[in-house]
């Protein structure tokens, strides 16, 4: 087996859309890059396929959104929530015209590989697997060459995802809870109640996100509770009275074929960036559910962050500023929307009405969804003004029918949605 010694400035282990585009911003601003994949194949696996405004500016600048948008494609304009109490649908424009976009993962993934081949700084190479690092110095495994290099580097960065090499060897625990199963449906030869938006369909175990992601083909994302059964069978019974009827010859059509694969949801706080010289960026660095569909966008925003940023301590510092309302947004959405008791039933209602009487709050929503506005007060007004009417709605509902002690005990759960990103955000602050 041969052994070789190459000299680059940065070296980015993972190259799936965040190392990608990490490559591809360290390569804009004039270094050269050396861009390592261990698993090339594993690009069909489900995994985001919708990415939100701020994406779209990024891939814009590093010159990528043409190659994208000659894909079969979708362009997203925002999203249409379905109210699991029958009333209408809730239309939610992303803002000043800006628009998202949706594709299947893995053509998502060669697109952006394909880009970052064919820059002059990059070199991407393909089966090369980590297998150590010491201080600035990267050894790999160039499978298909059977040789054993190692590259001296200014920086590594670990976008190596969930089972990230280089969060282990930082001695950093991947310490997740699980919070649910995603089952993702393929449909094909159907159209949505509102083609170029996002769909979310509420009143299952789960909610449902729904979106186009090609001509022909439209994706269902089942969210699926941790004791539930992962069987056709279950997912039948559970989500077709939710999903319009349009949808369901396509949908038991599918799951009759198997057409269906899985993806645990998993919780991991952004709070870990890694070190001087070696940092970490995506889902590398932290995890949330995927109900917001912000994964990818976050992980850009990353790496553009990393290599703007003066110093380390200042992308980490940046970062954790900039993360944790999509991070609580993404995690308090999951429990309003799939939670079934009275106060979450409550706070629900009281989103609707905000949604449908104040269009102000309709465009913060989105703001907030797609990563555009990330100030942490921004969130909370926008929180504790639902939690407020949803109070409301209580003390009204228990005094109309003179329900005093279960109302009593309702108003006092909601004491747990106002202390969990209180607690956040604590934590948030001495780490």
Known sequence: ???????????VIGAGPVGCITALAFAHSGYSVVLLEAHPKNDKRFAG???????????????????????????????VVFPDDGTEPIKLNYPDELIGFSCEHNKIVSTLRNTAAAHPNIQLILSAKVTHIEGQNLTFLDIKHQQTQTISVECIVGA?????????????????S??????????EDVELPFERFGHVFLGGPGPALTYRIGARQIRVCLDVP?????????????????????LLPAFRQALQNDKVV????????????????LALVGDATGHFHPMTATGMTTGFLDGESLVHSRSFKAYRRERKLHTYVPEMLATTLHE?????????????????QMWRQNPTYCVSTMRLLSGAETNLLFFGKSFISGVALAMAYVIKDSASKRQWQHGTKVLQSFG?????????????AFH
């Open 262 to 277: 899985w993806a645990a949801n998993q919780f991991s706080s952004r709070t870990h960036y890694g070190r001087d010289g």
């Open 416 to 428: 747990q949605w106002m202390r969990s990103p209180a607690v956040s955000l604590v934590h948030r």
């Open 1 to 11: 087996m041969k052994s070789l010694h190459l000299t680059s400035d940065v070296a």
């Open 336 to 352: 309003v929307f799939s939670r079934d008791d009275d106060s979450a039933v409550a706070i629900r209602k009281a989103i609707y």
């Open 178 to 187: 699980l919070v649910s199963y995603m089952a993702g449906v393929l449909l």
């Open 160 to 176: 190596d995802g969930r089972s990230s090499f280089a969060r282990k060897t930082l001695n950093i625990s991947n310490n997740y």
């Open 49 to 79: 396929e919708w990415l939100h405004p701020p994406a779209i500016k990024i891939l814009q600048h590093f010159g990528v959104w043409s190659n994208l948008q000659a894909l079969e494609h979708s362009t997203g304009l925002g999203f």
């Open 226 to 246: 941790i004791d539930s059964q992962k069987k056709a069978s279950y997912l039948w019974d559970a989500y077709s009275q939710v999903l319009p009827k349009s």
